[in-house]
């Protein structure tokens, strides 16, 4: 029962461009989105959130948009640079403590 | 220092025996939780605890169970461990009322059943 998808498992982008990482969830009672940031052998961490009351959330070069009549999300990433070549995970949460993760989208930066 | 800890980091062990995973946060975090990262890279929450209170259970093994001597510590006891249970499992910890609803995770203990 996958509530939270991520349909595009890579991206690949050139240094400079922008990055948009899209994710897609079913559950209508998810009342948090957040978007997580994974590098080889660590743990996730956290990068960006929107209340589901909100449309938009930015922070930095981080843009984080929110869909709810389509149920869907997106992380916008201007300009993407090398260093933000991981895995990007999305997440949905209800109540703070039930969160759920997609399967994750693997960037590439090219320089 | 390390805000979440897990040891250990890799953990290779034969079918039918009994491990545990240790998990520890220094940030006075209210809520702990374990996640498991399968094959397919999906990370699935297994159990989150709040102030000592089992609060999600999901549909996980009785052969798995959490034990939390303190609000610090959450441990995952595995017994009688089977092939399917090879996975990275995930520690993490969080304080309720935040306003991002953001989870600190633990950097990962990758457990090998052969």
């Known amino acids: 029962d996958q509530q939270v998808k991520q349909n595009s498992p890579s991206l690949s982008v050139q240094e400079g461009r922008i990055s948009i990482l899209n994710c897609d969830y079913t559950?209508?009672?998810?009342?948090?989105f957040l978007w997580y940031k994974k590098y080889p052998a660590e743990g996730p961490t956290f990068l960006i959130s929107i209340s589901s009351i909100k449309d938009k959330n930015e922070d930095g070069r981080f843009t984080v948009f929110l869909n709810k009549s389509a149920k869907h999300l997106s992380l916008h990433i201007v300009p993407s640079q090398p260093g933000d070549s991981a895995v990007y995970f999305c997440?949905?949460?209800?109540?703070?403590?039930?969160?759920?993760f997609g399967a994750g989208t693997r960037l590439t930066v090219k320089p | 220092d390390t805000a979440v800890s897990q040891t250990p980091k890799y953990l290779v062990t034969q079918m039918g025996n009994d491990k545990s995973i240790k998990c520890e946060q220094n940030?006075?975090?209210?809520?702990m939780y374990w996640y498991k990262q399968d094959s397919k890279k999906f990370l699935k929450i297994m159990f989150s605890?709040?102030?000592?209170?089992?609060?999600i259970n999901e549909t996980v093994p009785n052969r798995f169970s959490p034990k939390s001597p303190d609000k610090a510590h959450l441990n995952l006891h595995i017994n009688s461990l089977e092939l399917g249970d090879s996975a990275v499992y995930f520690c993490a910890s969080s304080r309720a009322g935040t306003g991002t609803h953001e989870q600190f995770f633990g950097p990962g203990t990758r457990l090998t059943v052969l």
């Open positions: 940030l006075g975090h209210d809520t």
């Open positions: 605890y709040n102030n000592k209170e089992l609060i």
């Open positions: 559950n209508s009672m998810f009342d948090y």
């Open positions: 997440a949905a949460t209800r109540l703070n403590y039930d969160m759920r």
